[in-house]
């Protein structure tokens, strides 16, 4: 290369690095932690209060940045509306999340004011374009099941929905019940459609509170089904307080409401202002159909068993039981913890002395959260005065069950009447066990002796006390799970402690008035050698281990049609079982001959609120449905 060559490429290389020097991009790279990337992804509106990487994105493409379609909001949706280089699933889910930013930073700091029309129309915005997304795009939401950014959208369209059901929920029930449609937030809104059932055809709640804003403490676990829609409770008008009506439905009622938009087709969808809210029982309902597609349905089952807990007051009003005081229970309640379900089998649980449905807290929540044992089951709870004799308890539980069957199914052929499952711990545990046992007349020993009644006094007297003393199984009911059950009484009740608070008890006023009319009877009609009044055992006294009435009552059959099992409690055992006490009840007590299966839990007298007691209680329920469903029709028999 000569001279003159050599410098013409110096010049030309020279060139060219002055012209790159000033065009060119410098690219660097940094590595993050984990979870850093994990969280960064999953960002969004609702959970950072930040759009997420998919909509700023989709922003950049078309040239738009956050801040700038913040300041001029029309502008930024027509721009994405209508630009080329997004196609319909990223243009749709963008639209949303905008919309939804929109919505909660006009929605922010409003607690306790009216939602302005604005904000509605925001949230609804929002939700009408994640429909869009989900259900009017070329790919249906089955071939996006691994996406992370479907179930974002999912997100903005339950979030969106729930707050714009909330809004609507101040304003349709003042509509009164003939309207089909009205104006709202420039939104043509139509009646709402609605499976659920409120108590005594109440059609609308006195509240509807959103899960989502809702945190138990006490319950263990929260159950949940993700799905479409967003999850409420239902809180239905306080009924009228009486004592002829045993059974008492649900008033807390758990509902996923979604929110459905005219149109059969994508433009028709995005041009509407058409909307109307469903209502679903979650437990009737598992799916929607929308554009011809099987939806999975959203719910939460434990909200609303958890603020009718919060909110019964039980705590106070079992002590007030025991006692006999002002304020406490007089009769049995039959409690459902779920509109009645037909179809459903029936759980029936019974607490123990000086409690309530409150003992059962974790177990009705794991039987109605567990997916399988919720497909075959609902649960009702007994909740009776524990201050009352176990005989009259016993006859009062029995009447108002039946009470209950026959207005729910009063030809008995329901599949909810029959091969039903009675679950007690401790006293509940004994009368559940009597609830399945025969007496014929083996319980007349326990009444003294009285000398110089007449045939017509007696005759009187046996027929008064027949319904105490004289029953059979109840026909309805194939198994039984006792749980640390004193059926042999306990000596504990013989301490000074039992015997102390034994002494402050007052029967409820109407077994007063029934013995009193019962000593009367017991009196020779002539007035000679008047008798000794009859003293009334109270709850504490019938379950002491020497009591004639417990005494008896252990040596009753139980129907052979029953199969039963028993859970007892073991606490600080030095020994063999045998010899072992949950603290309260020793283990000769609560076990059982001719039981399915006996598990033993380290536990305190309170075993069925322990995990392993729970699993067993599940464990036996899914036993009792499999068989049930091997089981042939013409069996006619528990399994």
Sequence with gaps: MNHRTRDWSLRCAALAMSLGLGACAMVGVSQIKPHDYA???????????????????????VALSADGCRKAFAACEDTLAQAPGLNDEQRLSALSELWLEQAI?????????????????????????AYAYLFYTARQPAERAFELRQVQVIGFYNFATERAVSRFFQVLPKLGTQWTQTDLAGWNVLRPETDIRLPDDVRVPAELIPASSLRFYGLRDVYRRDGFGSDFVAVAPPAPATDETPWQEPQYISVTGALMFGGNSLPQVLATRQVQLLGKDPYRDDSLAIAGQAVPLGANFTAAYGVWLARSGFASQSIRSLLGRQGGLTKPRILLMQPYDPQRLTVVMLHGLASSPEAWINVANEVMGDEELRRNYQVWEVYYPTNAPIAVNLANIRKALDATLQHFDPSGQARASRHMVLVGHSMGGVIARLLVSSSDDRLWSVVPPRPGLSPERRALLRQRLAPYLQFTPMPQVSRAIFLASPHRGTPYAQNRLARWIGNLIRLPVNVLKEMANLSDLLQPADGSDKQTPIRLPNSIDNLDSSDPFIKAAAQLPISPQVRYHTIVGVYKSHGALAQSSDGVVPYWSAHLDGADSELAVPSWHSVQETPAAIVEVRRILRLHAAALKQATPAAGNAP
């Design 105 to 129: 930073q006009a929605d922010r700091g409003r607690s306790g004011t009216a939602m302005p029309d604005q904000t509605l129309n925001a949230f609804l915005q929002s939700a009408r374009y």
């Design 39 to 61: 969280n960064q992804r999953r960002a969004d509106v609702i959970g950072s209060g930040s759009l997420s990487d998919s909509t700023v994105q989709a922003l950049n493409v």
